[in-house]
């Protein structure tokens, strides 16, 4: 897929979301929850007409800023050694806001259903396939695992991007199945900490091993 081509069909996702939020906006109450506990009850409300836009708003925001990335990214650093693979997260982005959006307003409009439970596989979904693409990004100052270490070493950026992209995947089924049995938050911080904090580390790890053994 072309990056312009991403662009133009995240552009379409963005209006997608606004399209529904226009169209349930009659039948939504006057105060729109927008956050949800992990027992699935609304617990923070911002009124019409805000409400309703929120998350596509944000949507609009993220593909903006994902839009104007590549051209402003520094020389020797550019996205577009993997222009192809920033498209696709682009996407991927996007499609899971898109999901959380209409989640959002279809729990609001009152529709009864486990908003909770899907607001998790989705976030389950959206690891496994940043963690499937992680192994692709190339050294950059954007997206990926950005630790002084992985960005002064292309070797430790490639070994702590494919140990996280592992991460990434195991973390998403971890969630995906936290939220289907509802286990609470405490599992889901776990999965996300680990996802998050192990690469890193271990990017210092693989540092310090690549300049003992004198490679740089």
């Known amino acids: 897929m072309t990056y312009k081509r991403a662009v133009w069909l995240g552009f379409v996702l963005v209006l997608a979301a606004f399209a529904v939020a226009g169209w349930l906006y009659p039948q939504l109450p006057q105060s729109v929850p927008t956050h949800w506990n992990t027992a699935g009850q609304p617990n923070q409300f911002i009124p019409k007409p805000w409400g309703p836009f929120i998350l596509p708003l944000v949507m609009l925001g993220a593909w903006i800023l994902m839009s104007i990335l590549p051209p402003i990214a520094p020389r020797g650093y550019r996205l577009d050694r993997f222009i192809g693979t920033y498209g696709v997260l682009m996407l991927t982005v996007l499609a899971a806001l898109l999901v959380l959006t209409i989640v959002m307003l279809i729990a609001a409009e009152g529709a009864r259903f486990d908003s909770t439970r899907i607001v998790f596989i989705v976030v389950g979904a959206l690891f496994i396939v940043l963690g499937n693409y992680l192994g692709k990004l190339r050294k950059n100052f954007f997206i990926g695992i950005r630790t002084p270490w992985t960005l002064a070493n292309d070797e430790v950026w490639a070994r702590t991007h494919r140990l996280g992209g592992w991460l990434f995947v195991l973390a998403g089924f971890a969630i995906i ?21 192990i690469p890193a580390g271990y990017s210092y790890i693989a540092y310090r091993q690549i300049e003992q053994g004198g490679l740089k």
């Open 177 to 197: 199945v936290i939220g289907v049995l509802k286990l609470g938050p405490g599992p889901f911080v776990a999965a996300v900490g680990c996802a998050a904090l």
